[in-house]
Nanobody
Framework: QVQLVESGGGDVQAGESLTLSCAVS????????LGWFRQAPEMEREGIER?????????????YYAASVKGRFTTSRDTAKNMVYLRMDNMKPEDTGVYYC???????????????WGRGTRVTVSS
């Protein structure tokens, strides 16, 4: 059963850093990739779209990033602990939103066809 539990969100000031964690069930490593997605406040109201921002292939850990976060965010994993991380540096107010991890890879805003979203973790960046 696919289970993903996000944590680590909070309130930060612009320019600060934050690391999010995602605890995953072992079966998740059988999926091709693990990704991070976020819903900005306006997306949250509609509840459907998400913005794919980072992902890593499960087999060899190759990473991909959306242009909006490239150079500032880093995704990593610890397979022994069944954990995936998103390190966010030099944060900006536009990074505000609810962050989700998922057993899929996607970059950009879309309605992702995926049924195993967790509850997410909220990040607020103040200017």
């Amino acid at each position: 059963q696919v289970q993903l539990v996000e944590s680590g969100g909070g309130d930060v000031q612009a320019g600060e850093s934050l690391t999010l964690s995602c605890a995953v069930s072992e079966v998740v490593w059988d999926y091709r990739a693990l990704g991070w997605f976020r819903q900005a406040p306006e997306m949250e109201r509609e509840g459907i779209e998400r913005d794919g921002i980072a992902c890593a292939t499960s087999r060899d850990g190759i990473t991909y990033y959306a242009a909006s976060v490239k150079g500032r965010f880093t995704t990593s994993r610890d397979t022994a602990k069944n954990m995936v991380y998103l390190r966010m540096d030099n944060m900006k107010p536009e990074d505000t939103g609810v962050y989700y991890c998922g057993a899929l890879c996607g970059l950009g805003t879309a309605i992702y066809q995926y049924d195993d979203w967790g509850r997410g973790t909220r990040v607020t960046v103040s200017s």
